[in-house]
């Protein structure tokens, strides 16, 4: 199955005096990490937020693999839990009342339900390989709050990669992250991400960072996007 | 012998009825959370009502709904049924005396769980039911505990409403302050004294063990 986002979206929010515009297309592949750029208050976060239907555009088409997600002139609206876009949050998000195991059994929803203890013998497996993955196999009944941000961070992506999302979101991933911690994970995620075969959204404020994931990058800038490229050589 | 009587139809009532109005109470509140603008405000205000209604008004209404001529009292009686002048009427007042102090501390508490975490399950693909369950709950639950003490005092304390539908029936429907209040009146302040001192014991005790509660959670 091919995936492939395509955002139409258009929001006017009335944060200060006058209207914020939102006014963003775009497709990714599949397979392909694309990079939002801009700086804060530009408008990345809130697409994300469009395509994962934590907010409705005022029209638009979001689309995943040729199924519409939202649909200004039909009427189309999915509820967030019926879209399979995996959405990793700035703050990581992680309930701060469970245990690392038991965050990333909450992410495992989607698993066929044959029968209960077919079921549950599945979760375990699948939480011992995503432990395992992310090297967290000594944290598993650990609370999240006795975590450094590097391995909230990977559990947050444990969760969310247990869900099967068919596009995937990072919403600044990094800033919670001290500069030396960045390089360490740099390789291991990107590849984590890459096996996943899914289209997957970059955000973040950070030129370098986008540089190092991303192999096209969109500049948003007020609600809008400026231009596009190839990041890297051919920009610089 | 004294008649200790009073302190299990107390209890018995103040803990059914603080059961009921724990789930109300945190069903209320999520509902009103999902509502906008004027329906919510409107839902917000009767949900509220009772708290600043004083109890006779509330008994009055409940003598209305429930007594032998009331909709929901001649729907009772086709089934044999009564509650008025018995004990299920000291749990239906307190029901509704204490209703609006857990709607409102469910309320808040719902409103301090951070959106982040609500949407996060959601992404998941957790059902709602699931997310309120095992994401909103928990993390509101603090809040919803100082809500279950509070309407387990006040349930104990209901006085007003209980007299009005319940009546002062020793053995069936006297509860404490209703033996406080007809002690009193007779003159008789040995009982008065003896039963003040209990309601003092087990509202303190009530609210320290929440507080002790709350404490344990803060380490």
Known sequence: ?236 | MFDLSPLSISLRAACIATFIVFVLGTLAARLVLGLKGKLASFVDTVCTLPLVLPPTVLGFFLLVLFGKHGPLGALLSQFGQSIIFTWYATVLAAVVVSFPLMYRSARGALEQVNSEHVWAARTLGMHEGSVFLHIMLPEAWPGIMAGITLSFTRSLGEFGATLMIAGNIPGKTQTIPMAIYFATSSGDMRTAWIWVGLMMLLSFLSLGFSSYLAARREQ
């Open chain 1, 1 to 236: 199955m091919s995936l492939s986002i395509d955002a139409q979206l258009s929001i006017a929010k009335k944060t200060h005096s006058e209207p914020f515009t939102l006014d963003v297309s775009f497709t990714v592949g599949n397979g392909e990490i694309l990079g939002l750029l801009g700086p804060s208050g530009c408008g990345k976060s809130m697409t994300l937020k469009c395509i994962a239907g934590i907010i409705n555009p005022d029209k638009g088409k979001v689309q995943l693999g040729g199924v519409a997600l939202f649909d200004g002139e039909k009427g189309i609206s999915l509820p967030t839990r019926q879209r399979r876009v995996g959405y990793l949050f700035q703050s990581y998000a992680l309930f701060p009342h469970m245990t690392v195991a038991a965050n990333i059994c909450c992410g495992m929803t989607r698993m066929p339900r044959e029968s209960k203890e077919q079921y549950r013998h599945r979760c375990r497996e699948e939480l011992h390989a995503y432990l395992e993955l992310l090297h967290m196999e000594q944290f598993a009944q650990s609370y999240p709050r006795h975590l450094s941000g590097g391995q909230q961070q990977r559990v947050a992506l444990a969760r969310l990669l247990a869900s099967r999302p068919d596009a995937i979101l990072l919403d600044e991933p990094f800033s919670a992250l001290d500069d030396e911690l960045k390089d360490s994970i740099d390789q291991e995620l990107k590849a984590t991400l890459l096996k996943t075969q899914c289209p997957v959204v970059f955000v973040s404020h950070n030129a370098q960072e986008i540089q190092r994931y991303c192999s096209r990058t969109l500049h948003l800038v007020h609600g809008h996007l400026r231009q596009e490229g190839k990041s890297g050589c051919q920009q610089r």
